[in-house]
């Protein structure tokens, strides 16, 4: 069964870096939009970023101007770019894949901002 594999999470001062990747395990679904969630301890999923095939983007308030969502291609997969980040960015980041019919989300990936 196909998977969506996320890496790239970790540990990082305020005010660092990290680039989160997606892509799948195998043959996909037609993916229509492809996107990051977070969930924080306590709260809810919330959308990060979203893009479509078409290379179309969206982000969150809180985020937008910080983060960059890109599509790769090669893999069929995404990226998340996410500079200067804040203590308030911690949070597990999941990868989110939408087709005609069909959704898949990954396993998540800790992204832990702290000095």
């Known amino acids: 069964q196909v998977q969506l594999m996320e890496s790239g999470g970790g540990l990082v001062q305020p005010g660092g870096s990290l680039r989160l990747s997606c892509a799948p395990s195998?043959?996909?679904?037609?993916?229509?939009?492809m996107a990051w969630y977070r969930q924080a301890p306590g709260k809810q999923r919330e959308m990060v970023a979203t893009?479509?095939?078409?290379?179309?983007?969206n982000y969150a308030r809180s985020v937008k101007g910080r983060f960059t969502i890109s599509r790769d291609n090669a893999k069929n997969g995404v990226e998340l770019q996410m500079n200067s980040l804040k203590p308030e960015d911690t949070a597990v980041y999941f990868c989110?894949?939408?087709?005609?019919?069909?959704?898949?989300w990954g396993q998540g990936t800790q992204v832990t901002v702290s000095s």
């Open positions: 989110h894949a939408l087709g005609d019919y069909d959704q898949l």
């Open positions: 195998g043959n996909m679904f037609k993916i229509n939009v």
């Open positions: 893009i479509t095939n078409s290379g179309i983007t």
